[in-house]
Structures are given as C-alpha cells and as structure tokens.
C-alpha cells in the first residue's frame, strides 16, 4: 500500500506560509499585483485563470485580469506586455496559454520581463535555472520537488526517470532534479525499451500526455510514482496519466489525480510572485 501524496494539503500549506509572508512584506510597505493575461475564451483557460485570481485574493496580493477577444492581434498583446513590464505595481505577468494559432507563444514569452516572468518561462529564467543562477523557477517542476520534500522523499543519490520533454515540465523537472543531485534520466514517445527504462526508476515522474498510460509493468516495487498528467475520461471524469489502481499496490508513494501535482502549480506560482515582490 503506498503512501498517497496529498498535493491539497501540501499545497494549502505552502500558501498559508505565503499569505504570512505577503502580510509581513505589506507591513514593510513592499506590494505588488499579479497581471494576469488571457487571449479568447478556451473554457480549461478560463478554470485556471479564475484559480490564479483566487489564489492572489487568498494570498493577499493584488491580481488584475485582462481578458482579450480570440481576435486580439500579436502586436497588441506585445504592447501590453510592454506596457505592464513598465508598470512599477506589476510585480507578475502571466500570459495563459496556449495562445490562439495567430499569436507566437515564444515571442510573447521572450516580450516578458525575466523580473516579471513568475512563470519561469522567459529563456533567461530557463538558462538560470540550469546554471544554478537565482531566477523563478517553472511551476509545475518547482511544485514537485516540493510535493517530495515535504512528503520526506530523498532524493539525493536516486535514479529519477522523467517520462516527457516539454519546455514547461519535462527538461526543466530533468533540471531539478539534477539539481537535487539525483540520476536522471530523460525518456519520451521515442524512447526503447520504455517499460524496461521506467521498471528501474527509484522515482517515477509521469508527464506523458496520455490518459491512464502507464501501468504496473513501468514501475518497480517500492518506486515514488509521480503523475503530472490531467486529462477527462469518457465519463467526464478526471483521471492522470497513470492507472491509479494498478500502480498504487507496488509503489512506496504516489500522487492522485486530482489533488496530486496540480495544485501545487498554482501554489508555487504564488511563491514566485511573493519572491517578485520582496525583490521589489
Ligand atoms: N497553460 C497550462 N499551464 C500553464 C502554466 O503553468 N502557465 C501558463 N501561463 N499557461 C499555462
């Protein structure tokens, strides 16, 4: 029987921590808002955009929307980002995505300034993370190794295997990891042998994009199985990428889904932004 990995607890915690933090900076006269910037009306943006905006409000720092039309052209939404890098208040910008087909992810991205980018996304954030340098981290990973500490999971010395390549989770998950000096390795859709690969994975980390995909035959008994995916089954229901029931009997501890990593994005993502404003 694993240990079930609360993401709900672990990630209330951390913004109780944080909203002492914001009160504590406001009494020293450091505040700041979080910009948050959504083009069209994709309903799954809409769910996130509101959580983000709760968080802020939870947290005590100030949020302000920005909701653009679907038909909102790329230099607009570059002018805004250019008006809000110059905003002394703004201390976050949050562009959700995906962008409509029109719009370059990347180059809205790069617009953002690294001293604003909360989401860790901006190429410099990126490029400091892999030296070492300070800058905010990406999110999701950042949640993750905090889902395993706090859980009590050592990972130095161990054999982490990373299932995914995204800019957004899997080579900046590889990164920290590496960074927690564990052995890592990289596998994705391409790789050989994936089960036989996962089977000696001391921790799991599952961001391969596709529902209930990996089953006992990846998993080696007593492994930490971490699931990042999210995903709406035939009955509406949310499940992850991993078959929940098969793999909880042989893991020593793994994350459910809904409740596992998923809050934790949202409460590192306020960490970033509580950083952006000591930093002022
Ligand atoms: N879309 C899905 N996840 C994210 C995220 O973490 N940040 C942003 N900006 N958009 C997303």
Redesign the pocket.
């Given at each position: 029987m694993a240990k079930i990995i609360d993401g709900k607890k672990i990630s209330q915690e951390i913004k109780d921590e944080l909203k002492e933090k914001a009160a504590s900076l406001q009494a020293q006269g450091k505040t700041g808002a979080l910009a948050v910037i959504q083009v069209g009306e994709d309903p799954a943006?809409s769910v996130?955009v509101r959580n983000k905006k709760n968080a802020c409000a939870y947290i005590g720092i100030d949020s302000l929307a920005y909701e653009l039309p679907e038909e909102t052209t790329e230099e607009e939404l570059l002018r805004l980002v250019a008006e809000l890098n110059e905003k002394e208040q703004v201390k976050g910008i949050?562009?959700?995505?995906?962008l409509p087909a029109h719009i370059c992810e990347d180059k809205v991205i790069q617009a953002i300034s690294p001293k604003k980018d909360v989401?860790g996304f901006h190429p410099q954030s990126v490029g400091a993370m892999t030296i070492g340098e300070p800058g905010f981290l990406s999110?999701?990973p950042a949640g993750i190794i905090q889902l395993l500490k706090r859980s009590q999971v050592e990972i130095e010395g161990k054999h982490c295997v990373v299932i995914g390549r995204s800019n957004?989770v899997g080579k900046p998950m590889a990164l920290l990891m590496l960074r927690e000096n564990a052995t890592v390795t990289i596998a994705h859709s391409r790789t050989r042998n994936l089960a036989e690969l996962c089977k000696q994975a001391d921790i799991l980390i599952v961001a391969i994009g596709k529902p209930r995909f990996i089953g006992a035959e990846y998993v080696k008994e007593g492994a930490v199985v971490i699931d990042v995916g999210i995903h709406r089954n035939e009955n509406n229901k949310l499940c992850g990428d991993v078959r929940f029931e098969e793999v909880e009997p042989i893991a020593s501890a793994i994350t459910p889904v809904p409740g596992g990593v998923g809050p934790m994005?949202i409460a590192m993502l306020m960490s970033n932004c509580v950083q952006s404003i000591e930093e002022g």
């Open positions: 943006s996130y949050l562009v959700q995505l995906p989401d999110c999701t957004i994005t």
